[in-house]
């Protein structure tokens, strides 16, 4: 089998593909269903549940995260546009296909088709200049980076459209189809605000190697145009959140301002340059780690490639700009912008130096290379998916096992049985994605939002789970700050009588507003509330 597989690269890469396809669909599924899917998941999906009732863009759960909410406190809308936090229209394509079936399980089958059908339009650009085995070898590669694994197996993001859009348009590039060429720019710069950087670099690359100049310049004026345009103009027509939040969080660091546009952090960088100089190479191993795992699959090749650095540099020289860790986390979205530029760029290099393929010692060692991105994937267990393979933490020992996530599933699920489909509702991090299908949702402990009527209201349930914030507090500081700010609003709305403990089951509490509380289920409470009390009186 597998030799007939080797002696048919197509074959190969269709056998591989399928296999990425089926157990990317396993694990993120079953991330879902345990309650590890996240806060994105359940925004992605309110968005496009909006969508499909004609309210395009609108979100309360973004609302939250809205610059009016977060830094003057206002209360979070149900018609808030996500516009004016990332603009991304390119998610209308695919806004018929969840009309169909509108739930989360939907954008989860729809990332990882993105994903997968990307590595196949990869190995036909390869073989514009490559033999089968070694553009094989590419899109192998391309399935077994962890700049793409790790995002595929995170929250729905618009991102998981790039390398799908950036390898179709630079297949057109070859293939001189520049009907489809300019479609796909349009809609890579439809992704999102910020993805004219990626384009940008195509633009710059086609200019320097002098193969398509006029086609560069002009994709370069048109990426940069856009970017301006929208970041300063029609993006602040729905919100401030791009100048006072956004920009601020990643660029602050430049500017001397509570506020600032696009413009301001360019014009900084500009005039103070070593600020620039020193954001790039720090932190100094992290940057170096970040580099090494995005060339690792492709056994380094990209670091040699030039075409390489004209491409991807961009988008890597925004990552970097960028202030954080987080930034340079190779299993999240922002890894997968710089995905194309460093494959493309590998198969210029090997179209140029097709003998080092020929050395069995360099097959052996790009398979070597493969082996341990896909290692290094694995053990870092990207957006916990594998936590029930692997310890979320060894020092302290943080680990629940599958019988144990599913154990606590089902209480949680009799919950959700619970909540009218139109009510409104706040819930936890994790529960959120199962719940956003709906108008009026909100991320626990906020249960105030403004309706359709532009009048305040509480919201009619809240279901929190405290467990999973007791199990992994031991290791991550900030689940401990999460617990320690719930209970307190928790003993507040129930002492107060404004909600009732309807029931509470294996560390989750489930209350309505206006009702009694069972008698039952204050005591199961109050047991627990004494369990987690030394976890309350420690430093946040």
């Avoid at 089968?132 to 991102?159: C, E, K, Q």
């Avoid at 439809?190 to 990626?198: L, N, Q």
Wanted: hydrophobic letters at 50%; proline letters at 6%.
């Amino acid at each position: 089998m597998l030799l007939r597989l080797h002696k048919d690269p197509w074959r190969l890469v269709v056998s591989v593909a399928v296999v990425f396809f089926v157990l990317s669909l396993i694990f993120t599924l079953h991330r879902h269903f345990s309650f590890y899917a996240s806060y994105d998941q359940g925004i992605f999906n309110q968005v496009f549940w909006n969508g499909i009732h004609g309210r395009f863009f609108q979100s309360s759960l973004s609302s939250t995260l809205s610059t009016n909410v977060v830094h003057d406190g206002q209360v979070p809308e149900v018609f808030y546009h996500r516009l004016g936090q990332h603009f991304t229209p390119a998610l209308l394509l695919w806004l018929p296909l969840y009309a169909l079936f509108p739930s989360p399980v939907t954008l989860i089958v729809l990332q990882v088709t993105l994903v997968t059908c990307a590595g196949g339009v990869l190995y036909l650009l390869a073989r514009e200049y490559l033999e089968p085995a070694l553009a094989a070898r590419i899109a192998v590669s391309f399935y077994a980076a962890n700049a793409i694994i790790g995002p595929t197996l995170s929250n729905f993001h618009d991102l998981c459209q790039i390398p799908l859009f950036v390898f179709g348009l630079l297949l057109a590039m070859e293939k001189r189809w520049w009907w489809l060429f300019w479609l796909l720019a349009i809609l890579i710069l439809a992704v999102r605000e910020d993805s004219g950087v990626i384009l940008f670099g195509v633009g710059f690359y086609a200019i320097v190697s002098k193969r398509f100049p006029r086609v560069g310049l002009a994709l370069c004026t048109l990426s940069f145009a856009y970017m301006v345009i929208l970041t300063n103009a029609i993006m602040p027509l729905f919100s401030q959140d791009i100048s006072r939040r956004f920009m601020i969080e990643r660029f602050g660091q430049y500017v001397d301002n509570d506020k600032a546009t696009t413009l301001d952090i360019l014009w900084a960088i500009i005039s103070k340059p070593w600020r620039l100089i020193a954001e790039l190479f720090s932190p100094f191993f992290g940057t170096i780690k970040y580099l090494l795992g995005q060339w690792l699959p492709l056994a380094f090749v990209p670091a040699l490639s030039p075409a390489s650095w004209a491409i991807a540099g961009f988008p890597l020289l925004q990552i970097f700009m960028q202030r954080g860790e987080s930034a340079i986390a190779i299993n999240i979205r922002y890894a997968m912008a710089v995905v194309p530029g460093l494959f493309y760029g590998a198969i210029l290099w090997w179209h140029h130096h097709p003998e080092w393929f020929k050395k069995p010692s360099f097959r052996r060692f790009w398979a070597i290379c493969i082996g341990l991105s896909l290692l290094f994937c694995l053990t870092s267990n990207p957006n916990r998916t594998f936590s029930f393979l692997i310890p979320d933490s060894i020092q302290p020992w943080v680990y629940v096992s599958l019988p144990r996530q599913w154990h606590h599933v089902g209480y949680i699920r009799s919950f959700l049985k619970q909540i009218p489909p139109d009510a409104s509702v706040s819930a936890s991090t994790y529960i959120v994605p199962h719940l956003s299908s709906r108008r009026e949702i909100l991320r626990f402990p906020d249960l105030q939002l403004r309706n359709d009527a532009r009048e305040v209201e509480k919201v009619d349930y809240a279901i929190a789970d405290l467990w999973q914030l007791q199990q992994y507090q031991t290791a991550f500081k900030s689940d401990r700050q999460k617990l320690q700010e719930t209970v307190p609003v928790i003993e507040q709305v129930t002492g107060s009588g404004e909600y009732g403990i309807v029931d509470f089951k294996d560390g989750v509490i489930f209350m309505q507003k206006g009702v009694a509380s069972e008698p039952a289920a204050v005591a199961a409470w109050q047991v627990f509330r004494k369990e987690i009390e030394p976890i309350l009186q420690k430093p946040a």
